[in-house]
């Protein structure tokens, strides 16, 4: 079985794509495993400059990912452009906030210092739906980075 995307406005096979079969997805999920043993341990700010370099490079190619979102979905040009500046925003929003969002966050508990701690556990799969393709992917994908994860997504 093959993807196809189709223009929705003229009906035009855009592009036909294969999925993955098991192999290659049990090889992607192990690369994403391998990056995450060395990206757990990376610092906020390390992982803020990446994230903040992913919403200025989204802003600076807005032009081109709005006209993708609007060949294969239909959406009109100022809906795709304003699809791509959200994601920045998103993106900003959890390079800015995750270190304040993941602290630790003490309890009070009786002869005891107790308290919640946030750490990166392994990969995460999504499988998102296209109907929002840069935000279905961003707002998965950029507070699971700024927390340590790696992810594998699958659209």
């Known amino acids: 079985m093959t993807i196809t995307s189709i223009n929705p406005a ?44 992913f919403a200025k490079q989204l802003r600076a190619r807005s032009d081109e990912f709005a006209r993708l979102i609007t060949l294969d979905m239909g959406k009109r040009i100022s809906e795709s452009r304003r699809e791509i500046e959200y994601c920045a925003e998103i993106a900003e929003f959890y390079a800015g906030g995750a270190e304040r969002f993941l602290a630790d966050e003490p309890i009070q508990y009786v002869d005891a210092q107790t308290y919640i701690h946030y750490e990166p556990l392994g990969v995460l799969m999504g499988v998102m739906p296209w109907n929002f393709p840069f935000y279905q992917v961003t707002r998965f994908a950029a507070p699971n980075i700024m927390a340590g994860k790696t992810s594998e997504t699958i659209t």
């Open 10 to 53: 003229t009906n035009i096979t855009r592009q036909t794509f294969a999925p993955l079969t098991e192999d290659e997805t049990i090889n992607s999920i192990a690369k994403a495993h391998q990056a995450y043993q060395s990206w757990r341990t990376t610092n906020f700010g390390d992982r803020n400059q990446i994230i903040s370099k």
